[in-house]
């Protein structure tokens, strides 16, 4: 039922209720049984439970719809960022095959390698990202978790992960930035750190949460902490819109850590 069939509903109840009902008590067949007094009294109970039971129906319909409507934008959300994944490994494995066919003519075999690893790895996660339908009720957790251990195995650095989500805490548009910052931030570590072992920490409150990544890796001179580095400005953008606030901390040698703190809306 759309929004315009409501409002006349809802603009006619009122009317012929009250202008039936006054009708009636005034007819010739009514108006010698029922004394003034309780003629307002009955039609203030009448009035008064026909309403209720439409204004709970309405609702009901109304937040019905906002749910669907709602559903419906987090679907097409999930389904533009499986559109921009797609697009962005057309694009990677693109490039890649391109330097792999001038390395290959070079006889560079060890730089060929490398790139095909490349290519692997980047076909797995875009394979992971489309295993799952988004109709399928799998828990964020479970998903991030299910990861990790396709990473792990891949790049060979072990994982310590301490994830404590509490359920519905993020909406599917929020998983989506939340776990795109997790890949990236974990590709980093892959393609940068030579680290050989790495943690995550995901921890939600009833208002608040926090993500943690840290690795042993190589790290790098504070100066060198910049935003338009090693995919940072893509973490920072996403974090912001989940309303989260981003940190980096590393030192050379020492490894890197990546914290982002958030409020629920």
């Known amino acids: 039922m759309s929004y315009r069939v409501l409002k006349v509903i809802t603009i006619l109840i009122p009317t012929v209720l009250i202008g ?6 005034h007819s010739v067949l ?18 008064f439970l026909v ?6 129906w309405m609702f009901r319909t ?40 001038v390395n290959l003519k070079k006889g ?26 988004p109709s399928e009720h799998v828990s964020f957790s479970k998903r991030v978790e299910s990861w990790l251990d396709d990473w ?25 930035q939340l776990f795109s910052i997790i890949q990236e931030a974990f590709t980093n570590i892959r393609k940068h750190s030579e680290a ?10 009833k208002d608040n949460w926090e993500l943690i990544i840290e690795d042993n890796g190589k790290g ?11 995919g940072l400005t893509m973490l920072k953008e996403r974090a912001e819109k989940i309303n989260g606030s981003i940190d980096f901390s590393s030192k050379k040698d020492l490894g890197t850590k990546i914290s982002i703190k958030g409020d629920r809306d």
């Open 220 to 230: 790098f001179f504070p100066n060198e902490v910049r935003l338009n580095k090693y």
């Open 152 to 176: 792990s195995t891949v790049s060979g650095i072990d994982i310590k992960p301490s994830i404590e989500i509490e359920d519905g805490f993020f909406s599917s548009i929020e998983e989506i």
């Open 51 to 56: 309403s209720y039971a439409f204004s709970t």
């Open 30 to 47: 009514l108006l010698n049984k029922f004394s003034m007094e309780t003629g307002n009294y009955l039609i203030t109970i009448l009035t």
């Open 20 to 25: 039936g009902l006054e009708f009636l008590r």
């Open 108 to 133: 560079k075999l060890n730089d060929a390698q490398g790139l095909v690893n490349s290519i692997d790895y980047n076909l797995r996660q875009a394979i992971f990202n489309l295993r799952i339908s």
């Open 196 to 205: 050989d072992c790495a943690s995550i920490c995901l921890h939600t409150t």
């Open 62 to 101: 109304i937040e019905e719809k906002n749910k669907r409507i709602s559903s419906e934008r987090e679907m097409r959300a999930i389904y533009e960022e499986r559109e921009r994944l797609a697009k962005e490994l057309h694009d990677n494995i693109a490039q890649t095959l391109f330097l792999l066919k």
